[in-house]
């Protein structure tokens, strides 16, 4: 047996593990010089990721919106799953909330300095977002990456595909088997996540050091453990109450989640998100092909969410302020509610941040004193995200009927390459 067949024998899941694990060793036995020589590997395979999300949306939601036309109402199906999105959303700022006042991160600290690199967030009017998912050039929309306005220009031309009836039998077809070959090439990028897996983390730990951590140790633990508790009890008894197995849906939607805890970038997890809920989860291709880059545009559970009610909170400690029942509520309400409309706008936590204290009539330097440790956060933050980019459309998928039982309750982790055929 060759050493590529034995390569590829390993499961997705722990290949990327191990990546993770000797990066993070050889980063800390590199120090300093592990980010010259190893973040290329890590920069090389996020822009493979990004160059294949835009084309594999594109064709993929035209290829949705022809196929699911006449079985399921697409705009029911947007409605279902904006409600969940919005649904899952309070619970998360309730976790962070709830984290925040226990164990009280912002109190006992020395005076805390602004990072010199804090450059307070311009945050556009909800006119200006809803303007901006129009594309003035559909063009360089698809050339720039813009994932909510590919996702409205694709839907408009499924619907015309549709529309036009027998005319265009033959684009509709040729959209399918493109949405096929961007799927294809999806598995061969896939094959490159251990070695970017490692390149990323070998550069991250060795040009950050653990001493930046230390003065915002209890910020950095108290939003781990509120990530980690509304995926494990939240999205878990959710899952429960829809007659679905937690573990079978973790264990699926593993390879996108360690993505996103690498790479800090649902756009980077998209088609590995993508692939576990329908390869993995077994939610119909046709449904999960806009709900799942439609969540994350929109679905940002950790950066939208749980992020800016913890920082709420750690600010009002820091600063010895005493939040009202007022204020929890519009921290509430701000969140979930910024969290649809910075949809799009680059830098969303920091952004989702900035609307929050502005709301809430909290001091916006305290943003500042975060930025330093930013890249850490953020690694928890994406991974919550797109663990709740992928659980939506699984419970959509449930109440609907557009969730394969069997695929989901196998849960297979491998989504790159499959079977011995592929591995020829």
Not at 182 to 192: A, D, N, S
């Amino acid at each position: 047996m060759g050493l590529a067949a034995r390569w590829f024998r390993i499961p997705f899941w722990q290949r990327v593990l191990a990546g993770f694990v000797l990066g993070g060793l050889v980063g800390w036995l590199v120090g300093e010089q592990a980010g010259p020589w190893f973040q290329p590997l890590g920069t090389l395979y996020v822009t493979l990721i990004k160059m294949i999300a835009t084309p594999l949306v594109f064709f993929a939601v035209i290829n949705a919106v022809a196929s699911l036309h006449g079985q399921q109402s697409v705009a029911a199906l947007g409605g279902r799953t904006f409600l969940w999105f919005a649904g899952t959303a309070v619970l998360a700022v309730g976790v962070g909330l709830a984290v925040g006042v226990l164990l009280k991160p912002g109190l006992g600290l020395e005076p805390l300095t602004v990072a010199d690199t804090y450059v307070e967030k311009v945050v556009p009017g909800p006119v200006q977002v809803l303007l901006d998912v129009v594309p003035a050039n559909p063009f360089a929309a698809l050339a720039e990456g813009r994932i909510l306005q590919v996702i409205f220009f694709a839907g408009l031309l499924g619907f015309a595909l549709v529309k036009l009836g027998e005319r265009t039998a033959g684009l509709r077809a040729l959209a399918g088997e493109a949405s096929a070959v961007m799927i294809q090439v999806t598995r061969f990028v896939l094959e490159f996540t251990p070695i970017g897996t490692f390149g990323l983390i070998a550069a991250l730990v060795g040009t950050y050091g653990f001493e930046r951590l230390l003065p915002l140790g209890g910020f950095v633990f108290a939003l781990y453990l509120a990530c980690a508790l509304h995926i494990v009890f939240v999205y878990g008894g959710l899952l429960l109450a829809h007659g679905l197995n937690p573990l079978r849906f973790f264990r699926g939607a593993a390879p996108a989640m360690q993505i996103a805890f690498v790479a800090s970038s649902s756009f980077a997890a998209l088609p590995a998100s993508l692939r576990a809920a329908t390869h993995s989860l077994g939610v119909k291709p046709e449904y999960a092909a806009f709900a799942v880059p439609l969540g994350a545009s929109i679905k940002m559970d950790g950066c939208g969410a749980i992020f800016p009610a913890l920082t709420a909170v750690f600010v009002a400690q820091y600063f010895g302020l005493d939040l009202s029942a007022q204020q929890y509520f519009v921290i509430l309400l701000a969140s979930v509610l910024g969290s649809f409309g910075t949809a799009g706008v680059p830098g969303t936590a920091m952004v989702m941040a900035t609307v929050v204290l502005s709301s809430a009539g909290l001091p916006l330097e305290g943003i500042g004193y975060l930025v330093a440790i930013d890249r850490v956060l953020d690694m928890m933050r994406t991974m919550t995200n797109v663990t709740g980019q992928v659980l939506v459309p699984v419970l959509v998928a449930k109440e609907t009927g557009l969730l394969d039982q069997a695929a989901y309750d196998a849960a297979n982790t491998d989504i790159a390459l499959e079977g011995d055929e592929a591995r020829r």
